[in-house]
């Protein structure tokens, strides 16, 4: 069975953090390009972060660069993707989701096409 879970999320001030992680589970995940997504109720779901199977490429959107940090821990069985997010601002407030998709997506790819594979989401709320 096929399980993204996301963690992490909640509510924090301006110019705060939060770690966001997804625990990926069920298939080959280890070997699958990952990364994070947003969206806010009514708005399309916007790329934030993608991240190589090696971790070796790693591309974010530019309103989140240089705040935000994706990584990963390719364990035997469940690969977990994190999201370590600093100096959050209001317009950061949104459910974040965590997904993947095989070979031959790269992480590059994943700035411009929806993957295959979604968890269920998390939300992450910034006060002003």
């Known amino acids: 069975q096929v399980q993204l879970v996301e963690s992490g999320g909640g509510l924090v001030q301006a110019g705060g953090s939060l770690r966001l992680s997804c625990a990926a589970s069920?298939?080959?995940?280890?070997?699958?390009?990952m990364g994070w997504f947003r969206q806010v109720p009514g708005k399309e779901r916007e790329f934030v972060a993608a991240i190589s199977r090696s971790g070796g490429s790693i591309y974010y959107a530019d309103s989140v660069k240089g705040r935000f940090t994706i990584s990963r821990d390719n364990a035997k069985n469940t690969v977990t993707v994190y999201l370590q997010m600093n100096s959050l601002k209001p317009e950061d407030t949104a459910v974040y989701y965590c997904a993947g998709d095989p070979p031959p997506t790269t992480a590059q790819l994943m700035r411009v096409m929806s993957p295959q594979f979604w968890g269920q989401g998390t939300q992450v709320t910034v006060s002003s």
């Open positions: 069920g298939r080959a995940f280890s070997s699958y390009a």
